[in-house]
């Protein structure tokens, strides 16, 4: 009988969650999707030293702003919990015990001194069976020792059994057989007595076990542990229900030249985190893809296509496509690049697909920030706002740029532009104009347009320059969607307001000072 899909993120609450830790979370999640099964949210917190305050929360805000479900967690809960190792001690001391007394693992006192101190003396020293017999551990002493040693309370640590001369496989979806002599492993730890916890080789073991993980999608850097969890499944009579593997390759930097790192977002202006995070140490603040202005789908669809193709040239595509078109038979084995500006033109795409009266409600928050009131203005005037200058931009933050002039007169002119557009005799020209104008009570682009332009030839004046200087009255520069548009938008007495302005300011010009 097939199992059931059950998949797993199991990431660690030791800060933000950086963007291939999120790529990885899509994977599982479309895998888990397309087939119909689930996906666990598992916190792997058991290495205390590095906990970081608040980082849980970040991740599951980031994967919500994602839109990659969960179905099982610490949050939405379910029947294999606790979903926090950090909760699950009992389990783990069970298991441990089961490895001790079938001999797949032994007790080991070496102190870090001791252990430097071997290998120092040992070139390419490696706890195993050629050193091990030589070490302080319940393989090279008697009994009562070791029992008089643990009930003094002497730290100790608990190291996995390896046996030489194994080869070891680990069938990977996307790599394929991958082979190992066991003779290059060494006896890992598994527990440590001073925190009573596991290290994560044990405990990821126990947890997919007990919570029937039919697959293991994660980051290529676990390749080299996954022959010693290979053994572990053997050694606790597990084989027949190991999950499968997949080991996704890295994401790069830009120049494909090593991991992609915060640094690299730093040094060429791109987040490498979903959301901002504050960090509660340092105080240090990173970018996140959420406060930049992405659209969550624009970033899912970014993501997924670093490593993976649909086989075809689609680009775009939702995250019901996505999930339709996912498989590991189209993924790279080779590190992706992080084309950051690709997810900048995803971006832009999302944005021109999105309705105008949605992106108004983006838009909104950044008219609050810029300190618009935005009572002030109904609706639909916004949304025809931000659908005029949806075109011109590749991030919700960079409406404002280019659309407030809807929403605030201008209270300066943008200098180069006087300079070339408001010409000798200019305000007068802008004042006729508004008589023109005042003559309309229909202010329809439509209707005004070819009036303003017949007016302009009959005066014989220069196009580009009167339809410039009435651009800079009204926007406060040279440039901007069609100018009939904005002043339907804007209304005639916004519009006549404008102009008279601008001629105050800037004056009628030497030919026809006043």
């Known amino acids: 009988m097939e199992r059931k899909v059950r998949v797993r993120f199991a990431p660690s609450p030791t800060g933000p969650l950086h963007i291939g830790g999120a790529r990885t979370a899509l994977y599982n999640y479309l895998f888990a999707r397309q087939h119909g099964g689930e996906m666990i949210l598992r916190i792997e917190d058991t290495d205390s030293q590095r906990f970081v305050p608040g980082a849980e929360e970040y991740i599951n805000e980031s994967l919500a702003w994602l839109g990659i479900g969960i179905d099982e967690g610490v949050k939405e809960g379910g029947s294999y919990g606790p979903y926090r190792q950090s909760e699950r001690r009992d389990i783990y001391r069970k298991h441990v015990q089961q490895l001790l007394d079938s001999g797949k693992a032994y007790i080991a006192f070496d102190t870090p001194e001791e252990l430097d101190a ?102 290529e850097e676990w390749l080299p542990s996954a022959p010693l969890h290979v053994l572990l499944y053997e050694a606790f009579g597990w084989t027949d229900t190991m999950p499968r593997f997949v080991h996704l390759p890295l994401l790069l930097k830009p120049d494909g030249k090593g991991k992609l790192s915060k640094r690299d977002g730093d040094r060429l202006g791109f987040p490498v985190f979903p959301l901002e995070w504050h960090d509660p140490k340092s105080g240090e603040i990173s970018s996140g893809y959420r406060e930049k202005g992405y659209l969550p789908d624009a970033v899912v669809n970014f993501l997924a296509l670093l490593g993976w193709n649909p086989g075809d040239d689609t680009e775009i595509m939702s995250m019901d496509e996505l999930i339709k078109k996912f498989s590991f038979d189209h993924c790279s084995r080779a590190g992706a690049k992080f084309a950051f500006e690709k997810g900048k033109w995803f971006n832009h ?55 407030k002039f809807f929403f605030r007169a201008p209270d300066c002119y943008d200098a180069k532009s006087v300079k070339k ?4 005799g200019m305000g007068g020209i802008m004042k006729e104009l508004t008589d023109v104008l005042d003559e309309f009570d229909d202010f329809t682009s439509d209707e005004i347009e070819p009036r303003v332009l017949g007016w302009i030839e009959e005066k014989g004046y220069h196009l580009g320059n009167v339809m410039n200087a009435f651009r800079l009255a009204v926007v406060g520069e040279c440039k901007g969607p069609h100018m009939f548009d904005i002043t339907a938008l804007l209304g005639k007495e916004e519009t006549l307001s404008r102009i008279h302005t601008a001629v105050s300011r800037l004056g009628y010009g030497p030919a026809n000072a006043e």
């Open 118 to 219: 071997a290998r120092q003396s040992t070139p390419n020293f490696q706890y195993d069976a050629s050193t091990r017999m030589n070490m302080r551990n319940s393989l090279s002493m008697d009994k009562e020792e070791v029992d008089k040693l643990i009930a003094d309370g002497t730290k100790y640590v608990v190291r996995f059994k390896i046996e030489p001369g194994r080869a070891v496989v680990v069938d990977d979806m996307l790599r394929g057989e991958v082979t190992i002599k066991s003779d290059i492993l060494d006896d890992k730890v598994l527990y440590k007595s001073a925190d009573d916890l596991p290290t994560y080789h044990l405990a990821n073991i126990v947890d997919d076990h007990l919570m029937e993980v039919s697959h293991v999608i994660r980051g």
């Open 349 to 403: 795409t999302y944005i021109q697909e999105k309705s105008d009266e949605e992106l108004a409600q983006l838009f909104m928050p950044v008219l609050a920030q810029e300190g618009v009131d935005t009572t002030n203005f109904t609706p639909d005037y916004i949304a025809k706002a931000t659908g005029m200058v949806k075109g011109r931009v590749n991030f919700i933050g960079e409406l404002w740029v280019n659309a």
């Open 421 to 424: 557009r408001w010409t000798e």
